[in-house]
């Protein structure tokens, strides 16, 4: 019996120990970051990649672009539909070319996000997308027999809507293999963070407020800034490529089970995941699935966040987000 007694009296030792250690190390962690970002500048790099922009800032002693356009000069290689060179355009073209691991990889992703979504994340989605007039050819109304003919025969592939966010996380790699640890890199959008930005705070990213204004890339209104640190986020909409024909909107998300563009509420869809390519893919479907389908595939998906932006049945601009996520004003 007096053993026992003094081992209920050890347990809230051994809890205060535990707790000091954990209050401990978390200092010290805190103490490193502060003299790191006392010891080094934050970096600049901008550029031209997948044709868009991207702009990666990072706290290194040294620059490493040469690196960062490595990375993305990889990505490029394999998945670009612009590169005549690339994996991707020799499969299209009908040939059988030497697939690499970073193919097999991102290409095992894509079939993962496709049997999760019921389809609504399609990588053979090209034709259907070339024929409403969101790919390489102008604007044009497919025939029913058309469409119908295309969802048969669908061997193109297109990484469009994964490529950047594997190709935000390549650069993180690179960075973190020489030992950064304090970044940001955005690709068109998508987005890879960690640590903490040059104040010493969580990254801020805005989430643009949708509208048909902003296909010309007049408008910079954000509807939200989100804290993001040690995440990857991903956007995709619907109010940047569309087209009014017969006084009808046609946006370029095509729902790859019924060949035909999407019709539904949600407007905007962004994603929070460990990797942006799982954010990027997902966004898509999102963006195919609506608001309600969405948000039960988050259910099954603890590790991921969103920020979904739709209309109302009176049609007023209304948001939802998961509950963790850390929401600022604009």
């Known amino acids: 019996m007096k053993n026992k007694k003094s081992l209920y009296w050890q347990i809230p030792l051994l809890v205060l120990l535990i707790a000091g250690t954990f209050y401990i190390a978390r200092q010290n962690r805190n103490e490193r970051q502060k003299i790191q970002r006392l010891q080094y500048a934050y970096q600049h790099d901008k550029g031209q990649a997948f044709g868009t ?7 290194s002693p040294a620059n490493l672009q040469s690196s960062i356009d490595e990375a993305l000069a990889l990505v490029d290689g394999e998945f670009s539909m612009f590169n005549e060179h690339s994996t991707v355009a020799a499969i299209n073209r009908g040939e059988d070319p030497l697939r690499s691991s970073m193919f097999e990889e991102v290409y095992r992703l894509a079939q993962q996000v496709t049997a999760d979504t019921d389809g609504a994340f399609d990588i053979t989605v090209a034709p259907l997308v070339n024929a409403w007039g969101f790919g390489f050819k102008n604007e044009q109304m497919p025939t029913a027999e058309q469409v119908d003919s295309l969802l048969k025969i669908r061997s193109q592939m297109d990484f469009s809507a994964i490529a950047k966010g594997y190709g935000c996380d390549m650069v993180a790699r690179a960075l973190e293999e020489h030992g950064v640890t304090n970044y940001m890199v955005e690709i068109g959008g998508e987005v890879v963070t960690r640590g903490v930005n040059p104040r010493g705070q969580q990254w801020n990213i805005g989430v643009s407020k949708p509208s048909d204004d902003a296909q010309s890339g007049e408008t910079t209104e954000l509807q939200t800034i989100l804290a993001v640190s040690d995440a990857a986020m991903a956007t995709s909409g619907n109010y940047r490529n569309f087209y009014y024909k017969g006084g009808r909107k046609y946006a370029h998300t095509i729902d790859p089970r019924t060949g035909y563009p999407v019709q539904h509420e949600l407007l905007s869809a962004t994603v929070l995941a460990p990797r942006c390519a799982v954010a990027d893919a997902y966004a898509t479907a999102f963006m195919v699935l609506g608001l309600d389908s969405a948000r039960q595939v988050l ?19 209304t948001e939802w987000h998961s509950p963790s996520l850390q929401l600022q004003e604009p």
């Open 53 to 59: 922009f991207y702009s990666v800032t990072y706290q």
């Open 299 to 317: 259910k099954r998906h603890p590790e991921m966040q969103a920020y979904l932006i739709y209309t109302d049945a009176e049609g007023r601009l």
